[in-house]
């Protein structure tokens, strides 16, 4: 009779045990998988955030280093050796007065040589056979500010677009100004582009921008916005803000327009506004419309309803590229 009650009881701690060290293993298994996946949504965040850089010449994409290209950002741009978090305008026409404040709330720009509709750009590209039209701006001397999808095909494995050439204060024609005695068409390619890798991962508005390093130092002729990035999402709420670009729908592409509104919504990397928008303007600039500040790039999709466009924020990767490229 003890030996059967001595091996129950064998039996019993050893079960015990067993189911014991088993669920201490599902523990540890299930506390693995929780740190795996907190690791893998960290891994996914630094690699959509990579600041990456397309040449035209090689062919080659690269990703940059952010430590070696803030250092290579002169001292001249910061002060007490900090970098600032927006870049100045510059105006070629040395007009002060601003031209903004006498607009409705969206139209058609009667004077495209004014500033800054002059550095406001109409980007053509060739999308097999069939010509695509978009916008964007100059923000340095060789540089313009675009969405991602204006120069890669999202639609084609992010395939850059051939034949791209970016005209500022386009209207029916290129502009053309005289320079050292030549009538010179103000246009220009570009050479290299930089770009976050969020961009092809997602697709998202987050990511969608891109700085492209012009041919040609058109900015000297015709001038650039300057571009603000915003510390909170709570100090861009209701800002007053103005959209130019080469619409479509208005224009068929070939005239310079604007829209009207305010910052409805605002999220770390993007915004909503209730500018009224159409095809053609997706990589304009979104500025203040107190002074010639770019805050944004216009994604261009609706959401909702036709009021409702989407922006992405200018942000301090965009600044530091800029200010390294000037």
Request: glycine letters at 8%.
């Amino acid at each position: 009779m003890f030996k059967k009650i001595l091996s129950i009881t064998l039996l019993i701690i050893i079960l015990l045990i067993s189911f014991l060290t088993s669920k201490t293993k599902a523990a540890i298994n299930q506390n693995t998988f929780i740190e795996s996946k907190v690791l893998e949504t960290s891994i996914n965040e630094q690699e959509k955030n990579k600041l990456m850089k397309y040449d035209a010449t090689t062919g080659k994409t690269e990703e940059v280093d952010i430590d070696d290209l803030i250092a290579s950002i002169p001292s001249t741009y910061c002060s007490d050796g900090k970098i600032p978090s927006k870049t100045e305008p510059f105006n070629p026409l040395n007009n002060n007065e601003t031209v903004l404040a006498t607009y409705s709330d969206t139209g058609r720009i009667s004077n495209v040589t004014e500033f800054p509709n002059i550095a406001t750009c109409r980007l053509k590209y060739d999308d097999y056979g069939q010509e695509g039209i978009a916008s964007g701006f100059l923000v340095g001397p060789q540089l313009l500010l675009t969405s991602a999808h204006c120069v890669m095909n999202i639609n084609d494995n992010d395939r850059f677009f051939s034949d791209w050439v970016a005209y500022p204060a386009y209207n029916n024609n290129p502009l053309t100004l005289k320079i050292d005695n030549k009538d010179i068409e103000i246009s220009s390619g570009w050479s290299n582009v930089y770009y976050v890798s969020g961009w092809k991962y997602t697709h998202f508005a987050e990511y969608d921008w891109c700085i492209c390093l012009l041919n040609e130092p058109i900015g000297n002729y015709v001038g650039w916005y300057g571009t603000q990035s915003y510390g909170t999402s709570d100090e861009m709420l209701n800002l007053s803000i103005r959209v130019q670009g080469y619409p479509k729908e208005q224009g068929a592409g070939y005239y310079q327009y604007y829209s009207n509104g305010q910052i409805s919504d605002a999220f770390d990397l993007k915004f909503y506004s209730t500018a009224k928008i159409s095809t053609g303007y997706s990589g304009g600039p979104i500025m203040r419309t107190s002074d010639d500040y770019a805050v944004g790039v216009l994604r261009g999709d609706l959401i909702s309803n036709s009021d409702t466009s989407v922006g992405t924020r200018i942000t301090q990767h965009m600044i530091d590229v800029i200010l390294a490229n000037r």
